[in-house]
């Protein structure tokens, strides 16, 4: 027995620096996972509401594709356009029976097809009717121009550029 004032035995003091010592390499590695949890909770934070948004990231989700609304349009090429965000292109078509925005798909799927668009083209739309923005778009499914023809989507809607996987416009 030590009485009290006394120095503990050189064997308890060991013992009592290795434990504080595991004390401390335990708090350490704690630090470490906290470090990790706090890093992976900031990226969730960040990656799940831009995910949220839908295609293009400016909160609007694209319509799907309605195969029971499709129908044919002919008509002349007013305006190309490719909005932000999305990263699609955009037509607004004029017909006989009034001007018609067009919804075709990606930019790239575009590019990637050779195929483009200029103000003044004429061209056959098959598509689908779709409320889009607090108005009617119609979702191309193939655009004919001349003796060429882009095919963006199958017969029941689900797009080239997805690889088989259904996606909105």
């Known amino acids: 027995m030590v009485a ?14 290795g434990i504080a010592q595991e004390r401390r390499r335990n ?5 470490i996972y906290k470090l990790h949890f706090s890093t992976m909770a900031a990226v969730l934070l960040i990656i799940l509401p831009a ?9 609007k989700r694209a319509p799907m594709y309605n195969p029971s609304t499709e129908m044919t349009v002919t ?14 292109t ?3 078509l004029k017909t006989e029976k009034g001007t ?7 930019s790239r799927f575009l590019a ?24 009617d778009a119609l979702a191309a499914r193939v655009v004919k121009r001349g003796d060429k023809t882009l095919t963006l989507r199958d017969s029941s ?3 080239r550029w997805s690889r088989g996987r259904r996606h909105s416009l």
């Open 157 to 159: 809607g689900i797009p």
């Open 90 to 92: 955009h037509l607004t």
């Open 112 to 135: 990637e097809k050779q195929f483009t668009f200029a103000k003044g083209d004429r061209i056959e739309v098959t598509n689908s009717k779709v409320a889009y923005a607090g108005g």
């Open 4 to 17: 009290a004032g006394e120095p503990l035995p050189i064997e308890f003091q060991a013992q009592s620096l």
């Open 75 to 88: 008509g002349t090429v007013e305006e190309v356009a490719h909005p932000g965000g999305w990263g699609g």
């Open 100 to 106: 018609l925005d067009v919804h075709l798909g990606p």
């Open 51 to 59: 995910g949220a948004q839908g295609p293009g990231g400016n909160g």
């Open 27 to 31: 708090e350490e590695i704690m630090n």
